[in-house]
T-cell receptor, first 113, second 114 residues
Framework: GNSVTQMEGPVTLSEEAFLTINCTYTATGYPSLFWYVQYPGEGLQLLLKATKADDKGSNKGFEATYRKETTSFHLEKGSVQVSDSAVYFCALSPTGANSKLTFGKGITLSVRP | EAGVVQSPRYKIIEKKQPVAFWCNPISGHNTLYWYRQNLGQGPELLIRYENEEAVDDSQLPKDRFSAERLKGVDSTLKIQPAELGDSAVYLC????????????FGEGSWLTVV
């Protein structure tokens, strides 16, 4: 079946540090890939997505590239801010299906001033 | 545009009691989802509706959980009787029908069973 694996957390960084959060997936065909973010006290929000191999999703300074050969969708940001502190979830939606998300466990990011 | 609205935000009940959660999706979204998120885990799909039809309820524990989406708009998720292991966040989400559409989530209903 489909699955998403995220690196173990939590992650603590200083402001302006470089961020990488690893995500790999198992799925048949060509799923769509997503990063969702959950800020404290708020609901899940779509951060970015990519729907085919080599696509790069980007939003708010975050980027992730759909790598079919390594089945990965790592999240990166060049300079994190305190306001980026949140829980980040990687997710996939199967090929040809109505949007139906399978999530990773999530990772908590804390950015200190 | 209003987002997905859920209520109540927080609920504490004793085990064996019933509980119900309500969801109002984004206007025009035919697809509605209920997810459960356990502490430290990602959300897991419980049930998906296309209009008023439940098209995927394979992960819904049908012995104690039920859901309905009358008239294809609002939805209610019920647990009866609740067990300690049901403590979780229950997330409602909605999207337009069809593959590739973005799923929008509500803020969730936090359930604690004591």
């Amino acid at each position: 079946g489909n699955s998403v694996t995220q690196m173990e957390g939590p992650v603590t960084l200083s402001e302006e540090a470089f961020l990488t959060i690893n995500c790999t997936y198992t799925a048949t065909g060509y799923p769509s890939l997503f990063w969702y973010v959950q800020y404290p006290g708020e609901g899940l929000q779509l951060l970015l997505k990519a729907t085919k191999a080599d696509d790069k999703g980007s939003n708010k300074g975050f980027e992730a590239t759909y790598r079919k050969e390594t089945t990965s969708f790592h999240l990166e940001k060049g300079s994190v801010q305190v306001s980026d502190s949140a829980v980040y979830f990687c997710a996939l939606s199967p090929t040809g299906a109505n949007s139906k998300l399978t999530f990773g466990k999530g990772i908590t990011l804390s950015v200190r001033p | 545009e209003a987002g997905v609205v859920q209520s109540p935000r927080y609920k504490i009940i004793e085990k064996k009691q019933p509980v119900a959660f309500w969801c109002n999706p984004i206007s025009g979204h035919n697809t509605l989802y209920w997810y459960r998120q356990n502490l430290g885990q990602g959300p897991e799909l419980l049930i998906r509706y296309e209009n008023e039809e439940a098209v995927d309820d394979s992960q819904l524990p049908k012995d104690r959980f039920s859901a309905e989406r009358l008239k294809g708009v609002d939805s209610t998720l019920k647990i009866q009787p609740a067990e300690l292991g049901d403590s979780a966040v229950y997330l409602c989400a909605s999207s337009r029908s069809g593959a590739g559409n973005t799923i929008y989530f509500g803020e969730g209903s936090w359930l604690t069973v004591v």
